[in-house]
């Protein structure tokens, strides 16, 4: 897709296209992987997103905001938005559910995490380890895994 830019504003995932903005809707495609993808290009931050969630969109911009919504789907592997599926825009409602997001933004010390640390550094809660979600941004907790069901 050509001429796409992300914004992040107070936590609020913006696209613009075509000089025109439109906020990331909170629909069953956000999740960790699209945050992931959107840390990594835009923050050139290896681990990717801490979080990813939705908020209704009264909640999270309290000033004028874009009328629409546009829904994306990844998986984690692309190295921007634009490679992801990018559906039809929708309108935004107050109580309409958007997209927000944390990324890192500091070094974290090795001693730091207590937990699984992947291979970029990231730290997660073991529970993420292995749930067919990539959690870590570079897969790393998903690999090496077996069924939980043996």
Not at 22 to 51: D, H, P, Q, Y
Request: proline share 3%; net charge negative.
């Amino acid at each position: 897709m050509y001429g796409l830019k992300v914004f992040i504003d107070r936590e609020v995932v913006q696209l613009e296209m075509s000089e025109e903005r439109f906020l990331v809707c909170g629909t069953k495609f956000w999740n960790m992987a699209a945050a992931n993808v959107i840390c990594r290009s835009m923050k050139k931050e290896a681990r990717g997103a801490v979080s990813a969630s939705k908020k209704n969109a009264l909640e999270a911009l309290s000033y004028s905001r874009p009328s629409q919504c546009i829904s994306v789907s990844c998986t984690g592997l692309e190295f921007s938005l634009a490679e992801c599926t990018i559906y039809k825009p929708q309108d935004v409602e107050d109580h309409t559910k958007i997209a927000t997001i944390k990324c890192y933004n500091q070094a974290q010390a090795p001693d730091q995490c207590s937990e699984f640390r992947c291979v970029n550094g990231k730290c997660i809660p073991y529970e993420l380890t292995c749930d067919g979600v990539d959690d870590c941004g570079d897969n790393s907790d998903e690999m090496c895994c077996q069924s939980k069901w043996l």
